[in-house]
């Protein structure tokens, strides 16, 4: 299978780099999915999205991300979030409970972690 060099870094630590088969992530225009071979784009990130890696190996990586951009080239995507978390680090219980804060930002960080880790224990 194609496979193309992506990584997942966030302003507070680098989360992935290796081979992918697919990235998918969540922008302001949709939902967008990266084969190999895509075309170059420039997209910004959601501020409650989430970014899904189907590895080289065959594993599936779903994050947590806070804003930030997406760039494809024809041999690499890089995905450079304000912040992110990977679904396995996510504690459901305390992101279920912050879905009802009343900070914007609490609540959109809760949302995308419940999603991230929904979407992680479905694949």
Excluded: C, Y
Aim: proline share 3%; net charge negative.
């Amino acid at each position: 299978m194609a496979e193309i060099t992506a990584e997942l870094v966030a302003v507070e630590r680098p989360l992935w780099k290796g081979k992918a088969t697919l990235v998918s992530a969540q922008t302001t225009e949709g939902e967008i999915g990266v084969l190999p071979g895509h075309q170059p784009l420039l997209g910004q990130l959601v501020n409650n999205g989430t970014v899904t890696i189907k590895t080289a190996d065959g594993k599936v990586l779903v994050a947590s991300v806070q804003g930030g951009f997406i760039s494809v080239s024809t041999s690499k995507v890089s995905i450079l979030a304000d912040k992110a978390v990977w679904a396995d680090e996510v504690n459901l219980s305390e992101a279920e409970s912050n879905l009802t804060s009343d900070d914007p930002a609490v609540k959109a960080q809760a949302e995308s972690e419940v999603r991230a880790a929904r979407r992680a224990s479905t694949n």
